[in-house]
């Protein structure tokens, strides 16, 4: 026996918040809900370890006979199964997504994944909105499939389809709102009470707003997934997911989905969104009014045809994404007036110096991303993930790239620097 004491969270402990403070703002949840404050350390440590010591016998076979796994504060085991430092993620995460539980897992599809097989079984049948992640529509298309599920992708703005979409076996509607390409919203609130009036679970992806600007739960969404990767990592440096629900939803998930497919998220990528999270609100704030301003300033360019960005009261559902978000975040798209020039788009986001071309988003950095697929009705669109960068410079950036997407001059010119 090498401590006297068993490990365990000390409830109760002066120095210790485990509790979850009804009337906390988002604001201060972020920076004290389930820290750890034993010998003053203002900052929680990194428990980088694989297991647990007890010091008897009976203590261990007693903690995994009872095993409980909504307890946050019950001895650890074994890092699949909890870990210190990832359970005070956790628990901001819950508080602010306004759910009872978290679990954070090693990447958003491992939580997309582990939310839809919660909700599904052999012979089943799954709605899921056209306008999900494309690793998602793959999961459920040509993944799932092989194990007898089957989806139905409908308009998720059109609530007749959600409806017409039902069949006798259906035991989950999938959301995404708003999508990333072209941003389309669902009515969440609608939504759920279709699959609530028959039985059916839901989940949505709520990587884009994340839970600063939109808290499905409280619209009765069963599971909320995130691309922890994104917003909440912020930093562009790690790779992680989490699911929210219920404490009765997550103990059936955990020791099965969690549990059993084992993608686990790593202390340290757990304490590196940690640190992400306490400045959450006030990076949220600053994408969203850099977004706004250059969206406007893109609507204003004569090189744009289109922009898309559920900040924009010209946006086809601005009005429904009001009533269930308070924001939108730093990516939008826009169609420029050159669309069906490849070459152009390119030369575009090439000679772009502040905007890096890269494909995924959330971070602190400025991203662009040319897409062309079936959801841009096969024309190129134009992505921006708009970081914390000084928001004039960004917009000097793309103005002056906007004026060079002509082609180079014939007689071996070379494209302004
Ligand atoms: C990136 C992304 C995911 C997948 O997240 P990973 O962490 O890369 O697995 C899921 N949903 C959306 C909307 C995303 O943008």
Known sequence: MLNGEPWSLP???AAT??????NWSQDTICQHLGEDYR????????????????????????RIMDNDYSLPDSQYVYTRDGNPTTSITEQKIAALEGTEKCRLVGSGMAAISAAILACTQAGGHVIATNASYMPTKSLLETFLSRFGIETSFVDGRDLDAVKAAVKPNTTLIYMES?????????????IVQIAQEIGLSTVIDNSYCSPIFQQPAKFGVDYVVHSATKYLGGHSDIIAGAICGSSERMARLIPAEGMLLGAVIDPFAAWLMMRSIRTLPL???????????IATWLQRHPMVEEVFYPGLPTHEKYD????QATGASGLLSFRPTFADDRDAVCRFAESLRLFQIGISWGGHESLVAPI?????????????????????????DLDSSLGTKKAPPASGGELPA
């Open 283 to 293: 990076r949220m704030e600053r994408h969203e009014q850099s977004a706004t301003k």
């Open 320 to 323: 429904l994404h009001r009533s």
């Open 372 to 396: 062309i697929a079936k959801e841009t009705g096969d024309r190129w669109i134009v992505r921006l993930s708009v970081g914390l960068e000084g928001v004039d410079d960004l917009i000097e």
């Open 11 to 13: 409830s109760g402990d």
């Open 178 to 190: 708003p999508g990333t390409f072209m941003f389309h919203i669902q009515d969440i609130r609608a």
């Open 39 to 62: 010998w003053g350390s203002v900052v929680p440590p990194i428990y980088q370890t694989s297991l647990f010591v007890f010091d008897t016998v009976d203590a261990l076979q007693k």
């Open 17 to 22: 918040i485990l509790a979850v403070k009804p």
